[in-house]
């Protein structure tokens, strides 16, 4: 795609009203570009976009020493309970994405919003005060079940914002979203225990709170951020949803019959498979999975990757280290995200983002290997040193693709109102690939570290292919610009999205992708 301003493709369907003509979109799109930019709600909604983040990875790095203490397992059976826990919470997640973003989109953004953080805090609560191993697990569901926080904020942040502010805002959430995953196991390794771990009959009475209860003090915090955020959500941050039943009452009985008639003809909420079929939507779904999966992939891999040793393919990095190189990666991303991505985006847009990010993709993952190469075949480390830290916080710029998609997602939407569920959908399959990616990912990294086929080296071959399937991927992206234009000609007056619009958009999101791809 092509543009020196603002692309066609940076301009969402929020606001858009069926069968208006040209001028009328004129207008509103300059209405919108010309609303300022509501900094305290979205500040807000990043306060409680932390929550998640921080109640997923808070847990990490007491989780061993609690499933041991309350299973009274074997030191070797201890890695495989902590890892079903850990994978339940996003499991759980899936399964529920749906429910909270349709009952975004019928009960409205703020209710379902609170609701899911004062049940996500209820539960991670509930769950330091667990003293066995089906508690620990019940209270983990429970919690995955209410975390339907992510999909409500990011509708919110969308209506919220205008194609011209809508990278600065979602800028801010994958930073919101980076910080949690900071403070999380910060607030977990820092909190846990504060009195030593439970001894055996340590939960009888007549001891300390803490002594009897070691791992409730970083859920007791966390769950605090959580009702806080749940209060401050109940009392300032406005409703989002636009509902599209007459403000005004009717005047009289003919009145009166019109609008009975107008709310028989509106057409049910389509299904998600409906939703699915809509022109460009299945496309950039499955490209947000595919991103989703390089990104957890990558996580899990690498801190394996640096602390195994040189001579078995690794970089053999201190814990020391780790923490540092760790520590200069997630700086980096928050740098190109808060600094790069907006004017970037306004350049090129959303789009032009996700392809620049999936050529760079297979060259920042070829790297690592190269990276282990300098240092156990040439013995380079002063040129591992010099190469190595300014590679990472370059090759860091590929982050931006994570807010990228999100934009593409809601630029896809069919109507203001599917904007919960569509959203809902996207993070169903993220929720999925974040339950089993971690532990399929550094199981392959073991069985190539063991048997050293293709030097060690060949997990890296893998996750270059998977890398090269997202360079070609986005080159199918659509333009929304011709989407929007496609619904407005093929969608009755007054319809969200039926399944006559849904047969004649699918004959013209073909040429539109088509088109897309030859641009690319």
């Known amino acids: 795609m092509t543009g020196k301003t603002v692309p066609a493709e940076t301009t969402p369907l929020l606001g858009e009203a069926h069968g208006s003509d040209d001028n009328d979109h004129h207008v509103a799109d300059s209405h919108d570009n010309e609303k300022p930019l509501p900094k305290t709600q979205i500040a807000l909604l ?19 020493e609690m499933v041991q203490d309350n299973g009274g397992l074997a030191d070797t059976d201890v890695g495989f309970y902590s890892g079903v826990i850990e994978s339940l919470f996003s499991l759980t997640q899936a399964l529920v994405m749906l429910g909270w973003g349709r009952a975004a989109d019928r009960v409205g953004r703020k209710p379902v919003l609170v609701l899911s953080l004062v049940g996500m805090s209820g539960a991670t609560a509930l769950f330091g005060l667990a003293h066995t191993l089906e508690q620990m697990i019940a209270f983990r569901c429970v919690a995955g079940i209410f975390a339907g926080s992510i999909v409500t904020i990011r509708t919110m942040l969308a209506e919220q914002s205008t194609p011209a502010t809508q990278a600065r805002v979602f800028s801010w959430f ?33 001891m300390p709170f803490f002594a009897r209860y070691p791992y409730a003090l970083p859920a007791f915090v966390v769950a ?28 009289d009985l003919a009145e009166a019959a019109d ?17 699915i079929q809509a022109p460009g939507v299945s496309i950039v779904l499955y490209v947000y999975a595919h991103v989703m999966l390089l990104a957890f992939s990558y996580t899990a891999l690498v801190p394996v990757f640096w602390f195994t040793p040189v001579s078995l393919g690794g970089l053999g990095f201190t ?27 306004h350049r090129v847009g959303t789009n032009g983002v996700m392809r620049l990010c999936a050529n760079a993709y297979p060259v920042f993952m070829a790297v690592s290997p190269l990276a282990s190469l300098l240092l156990r075949v040439w ?28 934009l593409a997602v809601n630029d896809t939407a069919p109507s203001p109102q ?3 569920t569509l959203n809902a959908l996207a993070l169903t399959g993220v929720s999925a690939i974040r339950a089993f990616t971690p532990a399929l990912f550094t199981s392959l990294y073991a069985i190539n570290a063991r048997t ?17 399937g997202y360079t070609v991927a986005a080159r199918y992206l659509p333009d929304y610009e011709a989407l929007k234009k496609a619904r407005t000609e093929s969608n009755s007056d007054n319809s969200v999205l039926d399944d006559d619009a849904i047969n004649r958009g699918q004959g013209q999101v073909a040429g539109i992708i088509s088109q897309g791809s030859q641009e690319s």
């Open 46 to 64: 990043c306060f409680a976009r932390l929550l998640e983040p921080i109640a997923f990875f808070s847990v990490f790095p007491y989780i061993n």
């Open 174 to 206: 994958a930073f919101s979203g980076n910080l949690g995953i900071f403070l999380g196991p910060l607030l977990g390794g820092a909190l846990a225990a504060p009195l030593g771990r439970r001894m055996p009959g340590g939960h009888e009475q007549g």
């Open 224 to 251: 605090g951020l959580g009702f806080v955020a749940a209060t401050l959500t109940s009392l300032f941050v406005d409703e989002t949803l636009v509902r599209k039943t007459p403000a005004r009452p009717a005047t």
């Open 259 to 275: 609008d009975e008639d107008l709310n028989k003809s509106s057409p049910p909420a389509p299904s998600a498979w409906a939703l």
């Open 319 to 345: 814990p020391g280290q780790i923490a540092g190189m760790m520590g200069l990666a997630g700086a980096s991303q928050a740098l190109w995200l808060l600094l790069v991505f907006p004017p970037l985006h």
């Open 379 to 406: 013995d380079a480390r002063t040129l591992f040193w010099v190469f190595l830290p300014p590679v990472l916080v370059i090759g860091s710029g590929v982050s931006m693709c994570f807010t990228a998609v999100q």
């Open 418 to 420: 599917l904007l919960g």
């Open 452 to 468: 050293q086929w293709l030097g060690g080296y060949a997990i890296w071959v893998l996750m270059v292919v998977i890398a090269l």
